[in-house]
């Protein structure tokens, strides 16, 4: 099973929207409504932003959103802050044999 | 609030078996509503499921990793454990315990919604 794809990094300024992109297939993005997201700053553990494609935990902000199309799904962040900037990983299950692939991980800049 | 805690020798020789538990606190890793789980990341790398058990004892293992890996629990102390086998640098990596919520209807688990700190596990001579 090989990794969810994503772009190496984004860039966007203060107050922009920036859209991530997880590309997998069928098998695991495409076949279930079951991706997360994730929001790593350095050295700290991965904080999780997004699960069930598009819903939010309690005290995530709303200017971060997840929607899926096909074999895609996506993070948007809506008025980009400095403190945005970190690293992002999607998620999806994969089924009973596999469970879980992760994404190869996006750099969010804040320019 | 949940709290999820590694330890565990940072230095590992090559062939030998790395072993990590995770102390959960703020809440019991009997209740049954969630699978408790291993992560890893290599220095600069993503992210990799290792495993997850659920309190009765129950496994999942990631295929790559399956011939090595065991997890188990320890209800008493609200630990769970990692050991992984004949080990070499490539399983050089931050290593994360997480928790996973379980879904009622169908008995599985989707995310991760609390992670520990993380522990670096150096493979090494």
């Known amino acids: 099973q090989s990794a969810l794809t994503q772009p190496r990094s984004v860039s966007g300024s203060p107050g922009q929207s920036v859209t991530i992109s997880c590309t997998g297939t069928?098998?695991?993005?495409?076949?279930?409504?079951?991706v997360s997201w994730y929001q790593q700053h350095p050295g700290k553990a991965p904080k999780l932003m997004i699960y069930?494609?598009?819903k939010r935990p309690s005290g995530v902000p709303d200017r971060f959103s997840g929607s899926k199309s096909g074999n895609t799904a996506s993070l948007t962040i809506s008025g980009l802050q400095a403190e945005d900037e970190a690293d992002y990983y999607c998620?999806?299950?994969?089924?009973?044999?596999?469970?879980?692939?992760f994404g190869t991980g996006t750099k969010v800049t804040v320019l | 609030q949940v709290q999820l805690q590694e330890s565990g020798p940072g230095l590992v020789k090559p062939s030998q078996t790395l072993s990590l538990t995770c102390t959960v606190s703020?809440?019991?890793?009997?209740?049954?509503?969630?699978?408790w789980s291993w992560i890893r990341q290599p220095a600069g790398k993503g992210l990799e499921w290792i495993g997850r058990?659920?309190?009765?004892?129950?496994?999942n293992y990631n295929p790559s990793l399956k011939s090595r890996v065991t997890i188990s629990v320890d209800t008493s102390k609200n630990q769970f454990s990692l050991k992984l086998s004949s080990v070499t640098a490539a399983d050089t990596a931050v290593y994360y315990c997480?928790?996973?919520?379980?879904?009622?209807?169908?008995?599985?688990?989707?995310?991760?919604?609390?992670w520990g700190q993380g522990t670096l596990v150096t493979v090494s001579s």
């Open positions: 997480a928790r996973v919520p379980r879904r009622t209807y169908d008995s599985s688990g989707y995310y991760f919604d609390y």
């Open positions: 703020g809440g019991s890793i009997s209740s049954g509503s969630y699978y």
């Open positions: 058990i659920y309190t009765s004892g129950s496994t």
């Open positions: 069928s098998s695991d993005v495409g076949g279930y409504n079951y």
């Open positions: 069930d494609v598009s």
């Open positions: 998620c999806s299950y994969a089924g009973s044999y596999i469970l879980y692939v």
